[in-house]
């Protein structure tokens, strides 16, 4: 159909002559009302939007010197941040003189890692940052 006889049309309608795929030959127009297009197309984009997930990265810290029960609360935590699909990292902070012992907190941060391995896969392993010893966990798929 000839534009001008397509816009003519739309105009009696009281609607608007879209163009759907202008780079067919001959270019693919529609009769809609726009207005309610841009609409219906806004709370769709809102609900995909509203419907994702952002992940944070949540702290766990525990110490050198962390008693085993101390452990497992944190171990929970940490289950808990995973199965939210947040990723977790863990940090063991030195004190004083337990800078000398890294191999036993190494020891320790593995320990941790293992107990959690059905719920999450070690991205980084236990990696020295000044007095910190850090740990990423991420949620299995």
Known sequence: MA???AYEEAKSKDLDLVEVSPNANPPVCKIMDYGKY???QKK????HKKMQKQTEVKGVRIGFRTDVH???VKKKQAIKFLAARNIVKVALTFKGRELAHVDLAITKMK???DDLAEYANIEE???RQGYNLIMILTPLK
Not at 44 to 47: G, L
Request: proline share 5%; net charge neutral; aromatic share 10%.
């Open 38 to 40: 841009q609409y219906k």
């Open 44 to 47: 769709i984009d809102a609900k």
């Open 70 to 72: 101390d452990l497992e």
């Open 125 to 127: 392993g236990p990696k």
């Open 111 to 113: 320990q941790f890692g």
């Open 3 to 5: 534009t001008e006889k």
